[in-house]
């Protein structure tokens, strides 16, 4: 059964902040907006929603920010993590329910642990090179992605620890683009009519408010240090997991 008008005016206005968050950070929407959308529409047409509008904020992130538009950095964990992507997208169509529950505990017994690690070390002062150990954390992260619709905060853990805040955000704007069009492309082919219909008209009902959150969140982050914005990173991928962990337990 589809939701009714009262609930998709609470799930736009959602979207519009959620992806002020994106705007801000580069990553986070899908932290508020799969727990809340899997509810109504059930989870595969929720992380294949979440696909769409990762890729048209990315896309629109991408056209608007010259720091995520001119660079190159994050291409090769960008194609490990479509790998890893199109794997978790098989895998929610295919595993029981239970298994996919306790995966999802398990990382988020493991994304509390880095959260608290990150708080200790603090911001990255200065930038390395990405190279196949960030490949690797992509593909995991692009499978959890998949598999839950919340790749950003399993990525964000590990490049947390070689980037700056700025830097960050926009590699992730760019990896995280790539991952939601492999999600999407992949739900097509292997979700079935009735899923496709309810993606659909869910990201159709948040595109606007998307679009306004982005806009918002794209002129705060121009205005934010790179401290404040470390804490922000921080506190999205807490809120992340405590959100996984209580879907999991329901």
């Given amino acids: 059964m589809s939701p009714g008008p009262e609930q998709l005016a609470a799930v736009?206005?959602?979207?519009?902040?959620?992806?002020?968050?994106?705007?801000?950070?580069?990553?986070?929407?899908?932290?508020?907006?799969?727990?809340?959308?899997?509810?109504?529409?059930?989870?595969?047409?929720?992380?294949a929603a979440s696909g769409v509008l990762d890729a048209t904020?990315?896309?629109?992130?991408?056209?608007?920010?010259?720091?995520?538009?001119?660079?190159?950095?994050?291409?090769?964990?960008?194609?490990?993590?479509?790998?890893?992507t199109a794997a978790g997208v098989v895998a929610l169509t295919r595993v029981p329910e239970a298994v996919a529950a306790a995966a999802l505990v398990l990382a988020v017994l493991a994304g509390l642990a880095a959260v608290v690690d990150a708080g200790r070390r603090g911001p990255v002062g200065e930038s390395r090179p990405l190279d196949a150990r960030d490949g690797a954390a992509g593909l995991l992260a692009g499978f959890v992605g998949g598999l839950t619709g919340i790749g950003g905060p399993p990525?964000?853990?590990?490049?947390?620890?070689?980037?700056?805040?700025?830097?960050?955000?926009?590699?992730?704007?760019?990896?995280?683009?790539?991952?939601?069009?492999?999600?999407?492309?992949?739900?097509?082919?292997?979700?079935?009519?009735?899923?496709?219909?309810?993606?659909?008209?869910?990201?159709?009902?948040?595109?606007?408010p998307q679009l306004a959150g982005l806009l918002a969140g794209a002129r705060l982050a121009r205005r934010v240090s790179p401290a404040r914005l470390a804490a922000v990173n921080g506190a999205v991928v807490a809120v992340s997991v405590l959100l996984a962990a209580l879907g999991a337990l329901l």
């Fill in 155 to 208: 990525l964000v853990v590990h490049l947390q620890r070689v980037l700056t805040p700025h830097d960050l955000r926009a590699v992730v704007t760019r990896v995280l683009l790539v991952a939601a069009v492999v999600r999407v492309a992949t739900f097509l082919v292997v979700g079935d009519d009735a899923q496709v219909a309810n993606a659909l008209l869910l990201a159709a009902v948040c595109l606007p």
């Fill in 57 to 84: 904020s990315g896309a629109a992130l991408t056209a608007a920010d010259r720091r995520v538009r001119r660079g190159r950095e994050g291409l090769l964990t960008g194609v490990f993590m479509a790998a890893g």
């Fill in 12 to 47: 736009a206005l959602l979207a519009l902040v959620a992806h002020g968050l994106k705007g801000l950070t580069g990553f986070g929407p899908a932290t508020l907006f799969v727990p809340v959308a899997s509810l109504l529409f059930g989870q595969p047409a929720a992380v």
